[in-house]
């Protein structure tokens, strides 16, 4: 691939020797930027990003500005391959960035790694394998509160009180459990570290409408606690209807920006992307 | 027809063996399916790293007997035992550091670190035999016997006897603390779940906050208890050989396989099934039929399907036919 030799596993696909299960799936650490611009204070705002994954790998955000406000639904929306996930990503720490700056609260964390940014108030839900399968959902919620260390019970109470679903099956082993309940699993444990910003990679990928419209009421549910959401989606229609802030990418860069209705009554957005 | 005596001939040359033998078995499996687990590769070290551990403990167990201490009627090795442990620990940390680190930092595939978990291997062979010397070691002392055959003779009048060593007993009970320790670590503790989140999915056990270097490092430590504590057991049980320990590779790895890789428990039912396999195949059953059968039917042969010199074969077909109709082991472990 990249001509590491370390990377080469010489065609090896025997799993007696190897462990392929539950391994890096490639999420690499690369924060940083040489340049730093400036706009207007939002809660958190990956500002001006360009980057690309690795050091030397082909730029996917061209001059891509993301901004959410505190207590706000931010919802970024495209076409296949627009670099939604890689902008949310860019503002986890997930993404080289070459130019533009990301900053929560008024700080800049551009060079903190994704684990700092959790500590500093961050939360992310990965859009697959996004739940410990092997363990209970409990211990799923435990594990979000790892870094935590006072006492969780309220907030693991909280989560129950948000998808009462998951206090009825909090000890069955969370790979059992259906599509939508897995999400709400994922969301639980990522709210367990008290976040002040979540960011969620299609909530709704692979689950029925009937278990989407529920979720998103429960992101509406989380987004009024107080925590700001910043979510990428497929369906863009319904993810616009609950959002404050709407971003719509085309290749890497900022196509169209303003609130959720008014993008939604935008001619030429419904006409690229919401079909008609 | 003598159904008594053939049960007690049984459980004598069959059943008490091959459980004492089981459970060295299983701790040995267990040490395996956790570095499978957690590091993601099969660590051929393994037997080498329990002939290590052991080495020390005879060593300490030798120093011991020289200045007069000793259990009364316990082996000393016990005494010598968290010496072992902690020698073998730094063993292991110290192979950690100083060489799957750097393939860690590298983000290297599994099947490299599987390639110098074997030179590794070979490292931790010479460095045991360069100590010990390739030679059989005998550290076995206390009392010999729970209860002797002829005693047992005495007091049931039969004709067979069932001896009970007691390295036999010893390697039982010490198998059950450990296990029962060991699963109320990883399913209580926050440090044993933690690790369960790690083998689980790497990536979201990072974003939960979870050290990887401390999941590790914590994993080795408990390795190392393990690999020590089986090769006590076994050393205590039959006698230490550095060679004797390399071989018990095959038998561990495929105790982790019949299991299912990355599944504790299957580690320990695993252990269970080749050890009784591998005992009852080379078992001369002669004895115990010419119990169970009219005195027309008596085998005049030994009854006995393998030589013991082909034990090994045994658990090479067990794992061949585990891994050709059932993948993933007793235990749905990882599929293979």
């Not at chain 2, 030179?119 to 010397?133: A, C, E, H, L, T």
């Not at chain 2, 005195?295 to 074969?313: H, I, M, N, R």
Request: with cysteine; hydrophobic share 45%; charged share 15%.
């Amino acid at each position: 691939m990249s001509g590491n030799p370390y990377q080469d596993d010489h065609g090896n696909k025997d799993a007696t020797i190897t462990n392929p299960d539950g391994a890096s799936g490639g999420m690499v650490a690369s924060p940083g930027s040489d340049a730093k611009k400036h706009t207007a204070e939002a809660y958190l705002i990956g500002d001006s990003m360009t980057g690309g994954y690795g050091k030397t790998g082909p730029d996917i955000l061209h001059d891509c500005t993301i901004a959410v406000n505190k207590g706000e639904i931010a919802v970024i929306v495209g076409p296949n391959g627009a670099g939604k996930s890689t902008a949310m990503k860019a503002t986890f720490g997930m993404l080289n960035l070459r130019q533009g700056a990301v900053r929560l609260d008024g700080e800049d964390i551009t060079d903190l790694s994704p684990q700092d940014r959790v500590i500093k108030g961050m939360g992310f839900v990965p859009q697959t394998q996004n739940i410990f399968t092997s363990m209970t959902v409990e211990e799923n919620l435990e594990m979000g509160a790892f870094i935590r260390t006072d006492d969780f019970r309220d907030t693991m109470d909280q989560v129950f009180d948000l998808f009462p679903i998951l206090k009825e099956k909090r000890r069955q082993p969370a790979g059992e459990l259906s599509g939508g309940q897995r999400q709400q699993v994922a969301v639980g444990r990522a709210l367990m570290t008290r976040p002040k910003v979540l960011l969620l990679d299609e909530p709704t990928a692979g689950v029925s409408p009937i278990v989407m419209d529920e979720l998103f009421d429960r992101i509406i549910e989380v987004a009024r606690t107080g925590i700001s959401i910043l979510m990428v989606e497929q369906n863009a229609r319904q993810a616009l209807e609950i959002a404050d802030q709407g971003y719509v990418l085309v290749q890497g860069a900022n196509a169209h920006t303003g609130t959720g209705k008014a993008l939604l009554g935008d001619a030429e957005v419904r006409k690229s992307f919401l079909g008609g | 027809m003598d159904f008594l005596n053939a049960i007690v001939a049984l459980s004598n040359f069959v059943l008490v063996p091959a459980i004492a033998y089981g459970s060295q078995l299983a701790i040995g499996a267990l040490g395996v399916t956790l570095i499978y687990g957690i590091l993601r590769f099969s660590n051929f070290a393994h037997g080498d790293t329990m002939a290590f551990g052991t080495m020390v403990v005879v060593l300490v167990t030798w120093l011991f007997q020289s200045w007069g201490i000793s259990l009364g009627p316990l082996p000393t090795a016990l005494l010598a035992l968290p010496f072992g442990i902690a020698a073998c620990a730094l063993l292991v940390l110290g192979t950690d550091r100083a060489v799957y680190k750097f393939y860690r930092a590298q983000k290297a595939k599994p099947v490299i670190l599987v390639i110098v978990s074997m030179g590794v291997m070979f490292i931790m062979n010479s460095v045991v035999r360069f100590i010990i010397g390739p030679d059989e070691q005998r550290f076995a002392d206390g009392e010999r016997f729970i209860i002797t055959a002829r005693e047992f003779k005495q007091m049931t009048g039969l004709r067979e006897g069932l001896a009970l060593k007691s390295t036999q007993g010893l390697t039982v009970i010490t198998a059950v603390i450990v296990v029962a320790l060991l699963f109320w670590f990883l399913n209580r503790t926050r440090t044993g779940k933690s690790m369960r989140a790690y083998s689980d999915n790497e990536d979201l056990a990072l974003l939960s906050g979870i050290n990887p270097e401390r999941v590790v490092m914590i994993t080795w430590l408990i390795v190392a208890a393990l690999a020590t504590i089986a090769g006590t057991l076994y050393g205590l049980d039959k006698s230490f050989k550095p060679f004797t320990y390399f071989q018990l590779l095959l038998p561990i790895f495929a105790s982790a396989i019949v299991g299912g890789l990355g599944s504790p428990l299957g580690a320990i039912a695993g252990g269970f099934v080749i050890a009784f396999s591998e005992v009852t195949i080379t078992y001369a059953w002669k004895k115990v039929l010419v119990y169970l059968m009219p005195e027309s039917l008596e085998p005049s042969g030994l009854v006995q399907l393998l030589s013991t010199d082909y034990k090994f074969a045994v658990s090479f077909a067990i794992l061949l036919v585990v891994l050709l109709f059932k993948p993933t082991g007793l235990f749905k472990g990882k599929s293979v």
